[in-house]
């Protein structure tokens, strides 16, 4: 069972660019990694997912180094909006009947300030 | 435009008087999940439906219970409600699909307070 691990907090200004690392050293061939993102009081939002190298969208960056040991999420020019908790998660597989696991770590608190 | 909407957002209930929380969708997914989140930690799974395939977390206490009459609906039923089941119940979809990421969708959950 593939596990992560990342930074308890975060602290930023607007403006910066944010770049939160997630290790996950016994990830499995077939796991993909996904980030999510939740705000108090309200469910995870599914932020970005990669398998390798790296993924954008609109939102944000995914990196992924050749070995997928680690990967990390960038948020390019963070407003106080940013503000919130990310989860990083490994996929761990499909399961029984359908549907697809996460198991969420303790996830990295973000802050944002003027 | 929610997709997956639960209501109500905050319930209070006695200790040990049943309470039902409820979630709809409207993007037709055919897995709906239940996730229990404590305060300052992280959603842990309670049970997913696959269609109408109900599978249960090893962990998850027998006190929940949960009914999917089709679709679109999914309730999650606490029998005898301990101060300990104090908590956020968020409801995810998903659309299972062969070979290919799934992400989930959450609602905005319901905050479960126990008198």
């Not at chain 2, 200790?15 to 959603?43: D, E, I, R």
């Not at chain 2, 696959?50 to 009459?69: G, I, L, V």
């Amino acid at each position: 069972l593939a596990k992560t691990t990342q930074p308890i907090s975060m602290d930023s200004y607007e403006g910066q660019e944010v770049n939160i690392t997630c290790s996950h050293n016994n990830i499995a061939t077939n796991d993909y990694i996904t980030w999510y993102q939740q705000f108090p009081s309200q469910g995870p939002r599914f932020i970005i997912q990669g398998y390798k190298t790296k993924v954008t969208n609109e939102v944000a960056s995914l990196f992924i180094p050749a070995d997928r040991k680690s990967s990390t999420l960038s948020l390019p020019r963070v407003s106080l909006s940013d503000t919130a908790v990310y989860y990083c998660l490994v996929d761990d597989g499909e399961l029984t009947g359908g549907g697809n696991k996460l198991t969420f770590g303790t996830g990295t608190q973000l802050k944002v300030e003027l | 435009d929610a997709m997956v909407i639960q209501n109500p957002r905050y319930q209070v209930t006695q200790f040990g008087k049943p309470v039902t929380l409820s979630c709809s969708q409207t993007l037709n997914h055919n897995v709906m999940y239940w996730y229990q989140q404590k305060s300052s930690q992280a959603p842990k799974l309670l049970f997913h439906y696959y269609d109408k395939d109900f599978n249960n977390e090893a962990d998850t206490p027998d006190n929940f219970q949960s009914r999917r009459p089709n679709t679109s609906f999914c309730f999650l039923d606490i029998r005898s409600p301990g101060l300990g089941d104090a908590a956020m119940y968020l409801c995810a979809t998903s659309q299972t699909r062969t070979g290919g990421f799934q992400p989930q969708h959450f609602g905005d959950g319901t905050r479960l307070s126990i008198l």
